[in-house]
């Protein structure tokens, strides 16, 4: 069986979760009340990353450590994502999926530091894995900032994490545009 890597079309969804995360993020600071339209997007996107996470991380036919790397963040999103766009659905206050979002922040910081450590990314990729994971993980683990913030300047805890988010879909795409051009050019 010829292998397939579909890891171009997954960072298509991070990076499409990341903007939709990061709209209901600027929804939010804007005073916007209904927003469950964003319910059924983000449980799709969620089922796909979760599903694609999981394919990843337990039978994509790469080293252990690169299925960890990729496979295992993007499982994890995809949970969150069904589990936030649920509670959209149903109208549950989804300030309690900052703590799991934190957590997950720290892990994907983890894995950015053992991008370098272990060697896992080099040369012209280093620089975009990294923003990658460094964006991602930043904007996870503050993640429970815009619950904290002071009565009025709340509204720029959702707007800088959006901010975040928006830069993190910025390299996902960047990577995987670049992915699908090198798959499509290379021979069959």
Known sequence: MAFVDSLA????????????????????????????QIAVPAIVLGIFDAVSGFYMSFAWPLPGAYNMLFGDPMLFLGLLLVMGGYMLYKNIDIKLLSIPGALF???VLIEAAAIVGSHLESGVDLLSAMGLYVFAGLSALLSPLVYAGVKGNG???YYFLALLLVITAFMALFIGYAAIYAHLASPP
């Open 155 to 157: 509204k720029y805890a």
């Open 105 to 107: 922040g720290i892990y």
């Open 9 to 36: 079309v997954m960072l298509l969804g991070v990076g499409i979760s990341s903007v939709l995360i990061a709209i209901y993020m600027i929804m939010v600071a804007m005073g916007k009340k209904q927003l469950s």
